[in-house]
């Protein structure tokens, strides 16, 4: 595979997609005998965008234990994409639509949610979900690092299953060369280089425009503060702009961030000092980091710096390295040794699902246990990423308390770290 390929655009291509999911186009729902509608866990859809439908919504119509009842979507072109998918998946027309999420949330029948939609709407929906009583698996990353610790607490106040929705513990190049780390192949480890991409586009067009029939707009900002419509503002390009999301630090390091990590078993925890430099989109819509260059110290030792370029990561310690060039690229070591290294049955052995973040958030379902990316996990990543914004916004190098979760001796950093004001009547308070 080139290695260069994007992620996104690796998850965007239809044959990799097949290949990697191993994906037959249409699996009639009564073929399923081993798992009758009566015994299937159903799941509505919130968020029905590229990702909600090539990714997220296809792979759940291949797993015999759930069964998709409801898509929901601001965009209507969108959700009756969605519903056309689902029924022609199990040859009928039963699949519900919704233009409002809380018409999910409020099916009984619905045991689980998949929310797909912008960041903004990620802590929000998810809260709302968990109050109605379902499990939820919900996209990457939160939006501010305080929304993370609020989530936390709902997951754990009400005895929910809640997947963090990436698919990286699932990747063997990632598992692989987090267990050679934790298994001492590389010997001490000392630093962890990170590498991202750079923002795909700029600066973005900040020109009103009619919204497009079928667009609730104001369902679409949600929480968000009021503004007017461009097309620059709205589905992919949401990440660039700081109302609705962290930039491509958020957007790609919640990905790499946890390889790390959990490679440096810190993913419970997290750096206790941060700095970094960066600019910014001008004279447009886009004002997430453009270029950035950033440092985070652990308390264990360990440096990892984080940069653009390539999507990469390698782990270098007192006895060598390991790592992979390009998204899902190869593993790389600096010796065969390290690379071919055995790891035995006594030794750490991570957890993980080769089946993908869907199945393993079913299978955790059923057994009312924690998936292999849950709620705290995520919110620390998550936290990675908001700490990198944060360190590059007040330009000063920054300490952090990984237990208390607050910036030391900083007020002004302390102040991004918390739940954004939302508009009303949207509120985490209840």
Known sequence: ?????????????????????????????????????????????????????????????????????????????????????????????????????????????????????????????????????????????????????????????????????????????????????????????????????????????????????????????GPAPFAPYTRDRVHFNFRWIEDYSGGIICDWGTHLFDTAQWANDTERSGPVEIEGTGTYWSGGLYNTVKEYDVTFRYANGVVMTCRPGNPSIRFIGADGWVGNTGWRGDLEASSEAIRNARIGNDEIRLYTNPEGEHHDFLKCVRARKDPYFPVDVGHRVASVCHLANIAIKTGRKLRWDPVGEEFIGDEAANALRKVRPMRPPWTLEG
């Open 1 to 221: 595979m080139n290695t260069t390929l994007s992620r996104r655009a690796f998850l965007r291509s239809a044959s990799t997609v097949a290949a990697v999911l191993a994906t037959p186009q249409i699996v009639p729902a009564r073929l399923f005998g081993a798992n009758p509608p009566s015994n299937q866990i159903t799941i509505g859809f919130i968020g029905t965008g590229d990702h909600g439908t090539g990714w997220n919504l296809r792979r759940y119509l291949t797993l015999e234990e759930a069964r998709v009842v409801m898509v929901c979507d601001v965009d209507r072109a969108r959700m009756e994409r969605a519903k056309g998918i689902v029924d022609e998946q199990y040859l009928n027309s039963d699949c519900a639509m919704a233009g409002g999420f809380r018409k999910v949330l409020a099916r009984k029948d619905i045991d689980a949610v998949m929310v797909s939609t912008p960041d903004h709407w990620h802590t929000l929906i998810s809260v709302m979900a968990l109050r109605a009583g379902k499990d939820v698996q919900c996209e990457k990353p939160t939006l501010s690092i305080d929304e993370g610790k609020v989530l936390i607490r709902e997951v754990r106040k009400r005895g929910k299953v809640f997947q963090t929705s990436t698919e990286d513990r699932s990747i063997p190049v990632y598992h692989r060369m987090a267990e050679l780390v934790r298994n001492g192949r590389i010997g001490r480890l000392e630093r962890i280089e990170v590498i991202l991409p750079r923002q795909p586009a700029g600066p973005g067009d900040p020109t009103p425009q009619p919204v497009p029939p079928g667009l609730d707009w104001d369902m679409w900002l």
